[in-house]
């Protein structure tokens, strides 16, 4: 099966080969990817500051009269996977292969592929129960399956349907082909009746109809993607008077190690600590602040970096952990965290970020660590004891 690239930036491709179309849809995505994260990190600001207040109120009021304050939270999770999706997925990330249970993923998105495919046909699902883990891109799966949804939309005839469909199957020698490997693997099949959603060959060679295959080369290029990291198997079927069918094989993952059991330790919050929060965003910081707070911590504020180098300057007490926001004017969060470790060597430090990327990674797991935004009080003290020890 011939590789076909990931399509990269229209600056960076001048003279890779690929048609005009595709190089101009490749980089309206790239401009539409960068204008997603902008919205995301305003988005994930916002439900922060909503979250944080709701669990305010939370605690100050008795068991009978949470439900609304409850429901408020469960909601805010939800819009935030949303939006985590739509980052994830309209971004060239490197692929960051997990375990995965792929019945999990489709079943996460049905709501979005229900609503991308359109009124005019449906969605069903053959999921087998309880099959064997994977191991791939949660966001490329995502990827893949909505972008069929998408093009079943106007793909599929009237009363047309789109089918999910998964199931555990094993290759002999007999039934694969030339480089591909027998065994057991996780079928993960995408049925559209109706009309042929896509015509081309089964191998994926780009099609040199330069005005009405742009958008076919993108996603057959995405195929091949997830189907090369996860070394997997694809077959692809099409019939004008039928529908289109492709079906993209994961190897079985084998786990070798039982999975280590979780920690159970106490968590009893130190009153003596004391913790620094760096934040440009008032709404974001002043809640978080007010949670430690209660905890029991000692909490210094700090809206820039600049600031936050002052505060320390300016205050006796021994810092023992920096929480910061990494996309912050000025000075970076990274910045911040080098300058204040310059001055208090054994200082943990945890970072704040809505991004989902390489830029976000912690710069030493040992004495330090990243959440992203938004994120509920359980998770942030979970975070402040496991770097300080605790």
């Given amino acids: 099966m011939p590789d076909i690239q990931t399509i990269q930036p229209l600056s960076t491709h001048a003279n890779s080969g690929l048609d005009l179309p595709t190089l101009l849809l490749a980089q309206k995505t790239e401009?539409?990817?960068?204008?997603?994260?902008?919205?995301?990190?305003?988005?994930?600001?916002?439900m922060m500051a909503i979250t944080s207040y709701a669990e305010l109120e939370l605690k100050k009021l008795p068991p009978a009269e949470r439900r609304s304050l409850e429901q408020v939270l469960r909601n805010t999770a939800r819009a935030t996977e949303l939006v985590q999706k739509l980052l994830r997925i309209s971004r060239n990330l490197p692929a960051s292969n997990q375990?995965?249970?792929l019945n999990a993923v489709l079943t996460g998105i049905a709501p979005l592929v229900e609503q991308l495919a359109g009124e005019?046909?449906?969605?069903a699902y053959n999921l087998e129960p309880e099959i064997p883990q994977i191991c791939s891109d949660p966001a490329q799966l995502e990827q893949v399956a909505l972008s069929l949804a998408i093009n079943s939309r106007s793909a599929i005839t009237k009363g047309g349907q789109l089918t999910f469909t998964t199931k555990l199957v094993e290759f002999d020698k007999?039934?694969?082909?030339a480089g591909e490997q027998p065994g057991k693997y996780v079928m993960f099949a995408v049925d559209e009746t109706g009309a042929?959603?896509?015509?081309?060959?089964s191998d994926f060679e780009p099609s040199t109809n330069l005005n009405q295959d742009a958008r076919v080369n993108l996603f057959l290029a995405a195929v091949n993607v997830v189907v090369k990291d996860a070394s997997g198997i694809v077959r692809f079927a099409s019939d004008p008077a039928k529908g289109s069918s492709f079906k993209i094989y994961f190897p079985v993952l084998q786990l070798d190690q039982p999975a280590e059991r979780e920690r159970s330790v106490p968590r009893n919050a130190p009153v003596a600590r004391t913790?620094?929060?760096?934040?440009d965003d008032d709404a974001v910081r002043a809640p978080t602040a007010e949670l430690l707070k209660m905890e029991g911590f000692k909490v210094l504020q700090a809206r820039t970096g600049e600031e936050a180098i002052q505060v320390v300057l300016q205050n006796r007490s021994t810092l023992d952990l920096l929480v910061t926001d990494i996309v912050m004017p000025k000075m970076t969060g990274h910045e911040v965290a080098d300058k204040l470790l310059e001055m208090s060597p054994e200082l943990k430090v945890l970072f704040m970020?809505?991004?989902?990327?390489g830029a976000a990674n912690a710069r030493n797991k040992a004495t330090s660590a990243v959440l992203r935004k938004p994120f509920r009080l359980g998770a942030l003290k979970e975070k402040i004891h496991d770097l300080l020890g605790e």
Wanted: hydrophobic share 45%; aromatic share 2%; net charge negative.
């Fill in 31 to 46: 401009v539409i990817g960068e204008l997603t994260r902008a919205i995301a990190n305003q988005f994930n600001n916002t």
């Fill in 275 to 279: 913790i620094l929060i760096v934040e």
């Fill in 196 to 201: 042929a959603a896509l015509a081309g060959p």
């Fill in 353 to 357: 970020s809505g991004e989902d990327d």
């Fill in 174 to 177: 007999d039934s694969v082909r």
């Fill in 99 to 101: 375990a995965l249970d």
């Fill in 120 to 123: 005019g046909s449906s969605v």
